[in-house]
């Protein structure tokens, strides 16, 4: 059976006795019933609160204004799950808002295949109790597989009810989701490691990272700041990229040319634009010299 959004899904006969262009109204509460469970999506994608905020904000958006194109043949939830995943992909790929490094998936399953692979179990379940650990090693996940992890391993979607979702084959969307696990074990399997040279350091990387712009601009309260000077000092490899952020701001500042002027022309025709736009003012502004 073909996708529920595919074109010849969409524009399959209808039943007897109901108009062709008929349409079944989203309802409202429905759709706020399930933005909650949305925003957890989104933000086990991303970590991002403000990105998981946009994210639900567009599918909410996406899904109103393109209400006719749902017809009532999936439960709402679903289809809204549909417009969520395009929207976050869309964003990444615009914004290009993932920092991390990913796990390529092919070389952990690769890595499978070889009888001589193995990780320190014990270390790797450790590190997956924690929250935060979990979470970094999510991220690391690319985006498809990191979905497919979430939505069947967290958020209890069936395999068929994911590859419905991506409007993918029931064997593709098993194969994301047993990459992506063998990837988020490797990716804890190495964090365990990186994690044990740094044991050391106050703050996780990201945790201190966060805050260097505003360290930069001395717009950090004394405690918070602190942290940052700690981790900065201690962190094998923090310390450049905080350098190299005060570099090129030094070079933008060198773009700075206060002697820039409006071109005459140009200033003319603003002037004259204003002037036109401000009839009434008896001191009209100017922008020549």
């Not at 092919?106 to 935060?132: G, H, S």
């Not at 964090?191 to 990272?209: F, I, K, N, Q």
């Not at 952020?245 to 409006?262: F, I, M, N, Q, S």
């Amino acid at each position: 059976m073909g996708s529920p959004w595919s074109p010849a899904a969409r524009q399959r006969p209808t039943p007897p006795g109901t108009c062709q262009d008929e349409r079944v109204p989203i309802d409202t509460a429905e759709l706020s019933a399930a933005l909650p469970r949305l925003y957890r999506y989104a933000l086990r994608l991303s970590r991002d609160p403000d990105l998981a905020a946009d994210v639900v904000q567009d599918t909410a958006e996406r899904a109103l204004a393109r209400s006719d194109q749902w017809r009532g043949e999936v439960p709402l939830e679903r289809w809204l799950y549909r417009i969520a995943h395009n929207v976050f992909v869309d964003r990444v790929r615009r914004a290009d808002r993932e920092s991390v490094r990913e796990i390529p998936v092919e070389e952990a399953e690769a890595d499978w295949r070889d009888d001589d692979f193995t990780v320190d179990a014990e270390a790797v379940v450790e590190r997956a109790a924690l929250r935060e650990e979990l979470q970094d090693a999510l991220l690391r996940l690319p985006f498809v597989y990191r979905a497919t992890v979430v939505l069947h391993d967290i958020e209890g979607f069936t395999v068929p009810r994911i590859a419905e979702s991506f409007d993918i084959s029931l064997p593709a969307a098993k194969q994301r989701l047993r990459r992506g696990r063998m990837a988020l074990v490797r990716a804890l399997a190495e964090g365990h490691e990186r994690r044990r040279a740094t044991r050391d350091v106050p703050l996780r990387c990201w945790d201190a990272r966060q805050h260097v712009s505003d360290y930069l601009d001395d717009r950090l309260d004394a405690p918070t700041r602190r942290a940052v000077e700690s981790h900065l000092a201690t962190c094998p490899t923090c310390p450049p990229l905080y350098a190299a952020l005060v570099g090129v701001r030094a070079e933008l500042d060198r773009l700075r040319d206060p002697d820039t002027v409006v071109p005459p022309e140009l200033a003319r025709r603003l002037e004259a634009t204003l002037a036109g736009a401000g009839a009434t003012d008896p001191h009209p502004p100017r922008l020549t010299g």
